[in-house]
């Protein structure tokens, strides 16, 4: 392609936009947890939005049994609810865990970033705000669910966004459950991880 002056122009590839893309994931969603903890220090909040607490042997259980149903449940849901659309489930994306960037990338993105810092942003911040306005917990736990899955929408497709609706109910069920983050933490950063923890070989 060449611009008005006749110059060759090269377009960037489709693989430089998802990099660009996912970096530009990474950095916002720092930089959004950064100013939650600014925002929240000065409103006396910081305390309910990062409520990371120790895990107790019930809270491990508890991500686990979470865990357990989100691994085998998020295939059979989009298997069903792509039948019931006619095909139209999620595209597969193959990531070559053997390629080193690729495999940093995937840590940094979904391993690190995705489940450490949506925590905070939904579990943490949007808990506490909606719990200081005056919303029982049943309110947030459903509420909380759709916003979670509705925030995959644009980026993964519907059948995607609605598997992860039922998997933000799992995670705003546990942090409400124990008043903590980590649990939810937990389970989000073992599911995220697993595809990773498959591949490591056994002694």
Do not use: K
């Not at 865990?67 to 659309?85: D, E, F, K, Q």
């Not at 736990?141 to 979670?148: Q, R, V, Y």
């Not at 992860?164 to 942090?175: D, Q, S």
């Amino acid at each position: 392609m060449a611009n008005r002056e006749g110059v060759p122009v090269e377009l960037p590839t489709r693989a430089s936009l998802q990099l660009f893309g996912q970096l530009a994931y990474v950095a916002s969603s720092w930089i959004d947890v950064a100013a939650v903890w600014l925002w929240s220090q000065r409103r006396g909040m910081r305390r309910d939005v990062f409520c990371f607490r120790r895990l107790t042997w019930a809270a491990v259980a508890a991500s686990v049994v979470g865990l357990v149903i989100a691994i085998y449940g998020a295939p059979a849901l989009t298997h069903w609810l792509s039948h019931l659309t006619g095909g139209g489930g999620p595209t597969q994306a193959r990531i070559d865990f053997h390629a080193p960037h690729a495999a940093a990338m995937y840590v940094l993105l979904f391993v690190v970033t995705a489940p450490l810092c949506e925590e905070i942003l939904y579990r943490g911040l949007l808990v506490a705000w909606l719990r200081r306005v005056g919303w029982r917990d049943p309110g947030i736990w459903l509420a909380g669910s759709l916003l979670f899955g509705a925030n995959h929408l644009i980026p993964l497709g519907p059948v995607w966004s609605a598997v992860m609706i039922v998997f933000g109910a799992i995670l705003f069920a546990l942090r409400l459950r124990y008043d903590s983050l980590s649990p939810a933490w937990l389970t989000h950063f073992l599911f995220n991880a697993q595809p990773l923890l498959r591949l490591m070989p056994i002694a």
